[in-house]
């Protein structure tokens, strides 16, 4: 395993590699051409440690640690001394990259494995500049490397199985979801097919006079993305988006041209296809009119099809790699099948810019259509009633047999784990499922990734929740599942790993217990939107917290730290992040450890103490008790505390 890593380039990318590296405890040497470089990358470096800080992620020790570790030099030679690993992280330009590749492997030591983080550029290019070719491989981060989840690790001509390892066991060693691209292609995988989201849109502005805002609030609002095309052209810069197709020899839609001649760069330069002097563009869903995003969702499949074809990624890794690296809602070939592939070949007949690919043209064939036909490109048959588990695609469910506890974890975190209609049912699905089991005595709810336990409803996926009714279908649809887990017979722990906001909130409020890193900041911020807390937030904060730090919480919207949040009892304890996993697996599995039978009744019994009457509660209390005691559990209990033992309960 690598030890010292060189970055070469100090910029908007090399800066960010250098601090990932460092607060994994790697020894980074960071180069760049102009000491005036170096200066600002680093001070952008710790202004973002300072970040992690403020926000809980890291201690004032690790960052100081972290920042121990980068060393900075204008001398490529000392840069790349004893270095197992090097990093180039310069401007996308063919001709430079060479030029530093070929100046790397003079520099570097034989030992060393020379990356890419380049975003298209094929890396057999910057590998036949070296005499190393085995040793070259694509590394290509996205931005912020702190925060997002996927590097593309891209195999050259040349590149070697061990060097294709040493970088997939580099990127793992960073906390990072590492896919493999098996042959080098322009834009691998995520460029090459997130590019037609942004070039079909220019052309259909340009060719059929469509507004931007038509067709940004069709693809924002009906098809899931978090920004349309124009306001994500904006976003990543129209001045290299025109740059990096030109040097493709790839033809610029006019649009992009015409802002590139005006230097309207986007929202670096305050204008782009939308003006930022007021904050981001204001689209609503019924600015969508007719369009059907099908016509630029059509040609994006029709791309990812083809990476399939030639062998580059499995289905699976091109919907993965593009959910955590561009935030593609369901991955293109999941929607594939969920569209149907005949209603996408149909949507790519006479294109003028694509022919369909020959893939999705023999799956037509097959009668492989996708979710309608039971097989597209994955298998849709298989379902509970033929005895097969029951699947699950935006949670997580696993079970523990030894210490009888399950966990549910939201797994969208390229969506910090946001809510859906589909995860509303599945969490719904999977508490019926671990109801009856009764070797689980105890669930856990947690969020998948860093970044966010939940942040919420995607209201995005709600199909445009801007109209009246429609809130109040997430609303009462988000109410019931989550009575259904302030409901659930067995104990409950929501693990807290990161924020909880909004519905995230409301989903640990259910539960029966609250554990947090010290990391997560806690907030009811539904009001900051002008709405109220819409999923039993208001009525279960009150409970817990007492009326006027509701209101507080509630009507400010304002998030506090973990910390804050276990001083006024909203959660039970706030944990070091490091020990976070350890102190909830701990919890869990002491809770599990209980008694069921009269676990269950406690829980019915507290939940309800504050519903009744005191005499009609207490009434509840010794019918309870006297329940209670024809188990078995009951004797176990007593004689395991006669013989000085643990109990082993069954819940019998």
């Known amino acids: 395993m690598a030890q010292k890593v060189t970055v070469i380039g100090a910029g908007e990318m090399g800066h960010g590699i250098a601090e990932l590296l460092a607060l994994h405890g790697y020894t980074v040497s960071m180069r760049d051409i102009k000491q005036e470089y170096l200066d600002r990358g680093m001070e952008r470096l710790r202004w973002s440690l300072d970040k992690l800080v403020e926000k809980a992620q890291v201690t004032r020790q690790q960052a100081d640690e972290a920042l121990a570790r980068i060393h900075t030099t204008l001398d490529v030679a000392e840069a790349c001394r004893d270095a197992d690993f090097v990093i180039e992280a310069v401007f996308e330009d063919v001709e430079l990259k060479k030029k530093v590749f070929h100046e790397l492997d003079e520099a570097a030591p034989d030992k060393a494995i020379l990356a890419s983080n380049t975003s298209a550029i094929p890396i057999t290019n910057m590998a036949f500049a070296t005499r190393r070719p085995t040793k070259v491989v694509g590394m290509h981060f996205f931005n912020p490397p702190m925060l997002m989840p996927l590097i593309e690790v891209i195999r050259a001509e040349k590149t070697s199985d061990a060097t294709l390892q040493a970088a997939v066991d580099l990127s793992k060693s960073l906390g990072k979801t590492a896919i493999v691209v098996r042959k080098d292609v322009p834009g691998f995988i995520t460029t090459r097919v997130l590019a037609p989201y942004m070039n079909e849109a220019a052309w259909i502005h340009h060719e059929e006079k469509v507004p931007i805002e038509t067709i940004d609030a069709a693809m924002r609002y009906r098809a899931g993305f978090p920004m349309g095309p124009f306001e994500l052209a904006d976003q990543v810069g129209i001045d290299l988006l025109f740059t990096a197709q030109e040097k493709a020899g790839m033809p610029v839609p006019p649009p992009f041209q015409q802002m590139y001649a005006a230097r309207k760069f986007g929202k670096k330069s305050g204008e782009g296809f939308y003006s930022y002097k007021e904050g981001r563009p204001k689209l609503t869903p019924d600015m969508a009119g007719s369009f059907d995003p099908i016509r630029i969702l059509a040609p994006i499949i029709n791309e990812a099809a083809e990476l399939v074809a030639m062998g580059v990624a499995s289905p699976a890794e091109i919907d993965e790699a ?16 969920e569209l149907g592939i005949d209603k996408v070949l149909a949507a790519l007949k006479s294109h003028p810019r694509f022919k369909p690919a020959k893939i999705l ?28 588990p029951p699947t699950f695609e935006s949670i997580l469910v696993a079970k523990d047999a030894t210490s009888h506890v399950a966990t549910i974890t939201l797994n969208r975190p390229d969506r910090l784990n946001t809510f859906t209609p589909e995860m509303f ?11 009856k089991d009764d070797e689980v005595h ?13 942040a919420g409803a995607d209201l995005t996926a709600f199909g445009g929740a801007s109209k009246a009714h429609q809130f109040w279908k997430v609303s009462r649809r988000s109410e019931q599942v989550f009575h259904t887990v302030a409901n659930f017979s067995k104990p409950t722990i929501a693990a807290l790993n990161s924020s909880a906001v909004g519905g995230g909130l409301e989903l640990a409020l259910a539960c029966d217990f609250r554990i947090a890193a010290k990391r997560a900041k806690i907030g009811q911020t539904e009001v900051a939107r002008g709405l109220v807390p819409g999923a039993g937030g208001s009525q279960r904060l009150v409970r817990i917290v007492g009326l006027a730090k509701a209101k507080e919480i509630a009507m400010l919207g304002d998030r506090i730290m973990a910390e804050e949040a276990a001083a006024i009892g909203l959660i039970m304890k706030a944990v070091e992040n490091d020990g976070f996993e350890a102190e ?35 009434e509840m209390e010794a019918m309870a008790f006297g329940l209670v005691m024809s188990t078995d559990d009951v004797y176990e209990g007593i004689q395991a505390f006669m013989e000085k033992r643990p109990p082993a309960f069954k819940g019998e």
Do not use: W
Not at 425 to 435: D, F, N, S, T, Y
């Open 322 to 337: 593009m959910r955590l690296g561009t935030a593609f809602p369901k991955g293109p070939l999941a929607l594939a099948d």
């Open 361 to 388: 043209q023999d799956m037509a064939a097959r009668g492989d259509l996708g979710v309608a036909s039971g097989k597209g490109f994955y298998e849709h048959r298989a379902t509970a009633a033929e005895g097969a």
């Open 425 to 435: 049912e599945e969490i719904e699905r999977a508490l019926v499922g671990l109801e």
């Open 442 to 454: 105890c669930v856990v709810f947690t969020g998948s990734g860093e970044r966010a336990f939940s």
């Open 584 to 618: 909830v697996k701990a919890f869990a599995e002491k809770l599990a450890g209980g008694p069921p039978v009269a676990q269950r009744l406690i829980k019915v019994m507290l939940n309800r103490s504050g519903d009744v009457p005191i005499d009609a509660a207490l």
